[in-house]
C-alpha cells in the first residue's frame, strides 16, 4: 500500500500576534481541505503535533481542541516530540494508514510561541532537554554552541564557514511569501551580530514563531499523477548531551536517515532536494 499525499496547507509564519491558535489551526485545516478538494467529513483521525501549548498557552487535549475547528468528531491524537512534534504526528498518521486502522487522515503542526516572554519560552524549550542540564542552567542556544564548537574544533571549519549555512537559509526564506523573514543577509551581517552563545550569533539562531501546517494523506489516490510518501522513520538518541558518544554527529538522525533509505530503495545520492533541521 501507498500512502498517497491529498493536500497541503501552510499558514504565514512570525510574530502574529493578532491571531490566535485557532484561528491559525482553521487556516491550515480549510488550505488542506481545499487543496484535497474534500469535505471534512472524508477525514477518519486527526494527529495533532505540538510541543509548547500546555506550557505556554495552558491548553492540554489538543487533539479534541483542534477537532472542534475540523468540525467532525473523528479520533484525535496529539503527539510531543520537541522540535520533532509535527514529523512525529505525521509519521503516526503513516502507520495507522499502513495498519488499515484510518483511510484518510488530517495532520496539523502547530505552534504559539510570541505571545509569552522571551524567558517563558527559554524555559519552555528547555522542557525538551535534561533534567540535569535544565538544572545546571544550560539552554538550547548554549547545547548547540557546544556542538557547534566542538564541530569547528574537530574538522578545523572557521566561523565564517558556519554563518554561510544562515546565508543560504535566509536566502531561502527571501523566495518564500510566508517566511518569517523574508529578506537575505551576507556572512559578514552574520559575524556582526550579538553572540547569544559562543560561537552562535543572533544570525546563527532561529527565532520563535506562530504558524500552522497542515497534509491529508490517504489510501486514496489523487489524480493520474498522485504524489505519495515512499518512506517515514524515526529513531531516538540520548536525551542528554553529555551521554552521547559524539558531538558533532546526531546518532538518531543517522538511523532514521538509514532506515528511510532502505524503505525506499533509493541512496543518498539520489536525493535531489534535501531540507534539514538541526
Given amino acids: 500500500m501507498r500512502v498517497n499525499v491529498l493536500g497541503v496547507s501552510t499558514t504565514e509564519f512570525g510574530e502574529l500576534w493578532e491571531k490566535s491558535p485557532r484561528a491559525l489551526a482553521r487556516q491550515a485545516i480549510q488550505g488542506a481541505l ?5 469535505s471534512s467529513n472524508q477525514i477518519d483521525a486527526l494527529f495533532v503535533g505540538n510541543m509548547l501549548s500546555g506550557i505556554l498557552g495552558n491548553q492540554a487535549n489538543l487533539g479534541s481542541f483542534f477537532a472542534e475547528e475540523l468540525g467532525v468528531p473523528v479520533p ?5 516530540a520537541a522540535c520533532a512534534s509535527g514529523g512525529v504526528a505525521l509519521n503516526a498518521a503513516i502507520n495507522s494508514i499502513l495498519a488499515g486502522q484510518y483511510e484518510t487522515v488530517l495532520v496539523l503542526g502547530i505552534e504559539k510561541m510570541t505571545d509569552s516572554s522571551q524567558d ?6 528547555m522542557a525538551a532537554g535534561s533534567d540535569e542540564e535544565r538544572m545546571a542552567g544550560v539552554t538550547f542556544p548554549g547545547i548547540y554552541a557546544l556542538m557547534a564548537q566542538a564541530y569547528i574544533d574537530e574538522f578545523a571549519v572557521s566561523e565564517e564557514t558556519l554563518a554561510t549555512i544562515s546565508v543560504k537559509n535566509h536566502y531561502h526564506g527571501s523566495l518564500n511569501d510566508k517566511a518569517q523573514f523574508r ?12 553572540k547569544i552563545a559562543d560561537p552562535l550569533k543572533l544570525l546563527d539562531c532561529s527565532p520563535i514563531s506562530d504558524g500552522a501546517s497542515a497534509v491529508i494523506i490517504s489510501a486514496k489516490k489523487k ?10 522513520e524515526v529513531a531516538s538518541d540520548t536525551l542528554s548531551l553529555h ?3 559524539s558531538f558533532t554527529s546526531i546518532s538518531s538522525v543517522v538511523r532514521a536517515s ?17 531540507e534539514i533541521h538541526d
Avoid: H, Q, W
Fill in 183 to 194: 529578506k537575505t543577509i551576507t556572512v559578514e551581517d552574520v559575524m556582526e551580530s550579538g
Fill in 243 to 245: 551521554d552521547r558518544s
Fill in 120 to 125: 517563558d519560552v527559554t524555559s519552555g524549550l
Fill in 34 to 38: 481545499n487543496d484535497a478538494t474534500i
Fill in 76 to 80: 484525535s491524537y496529539r503527539l510531543e
Fill in 223 to 232: 489524480g493520474k499523477k498522485p504524489v505519495y510518501i515512499t518512506a517515514s
Fill in 258 to 274: 538509514k532506515k528511510a533509505y532502505k524503505k525506499a530503495g533509493i541512496k543518498p545520492e539520489e536525493i535531489d532536494v534535501a
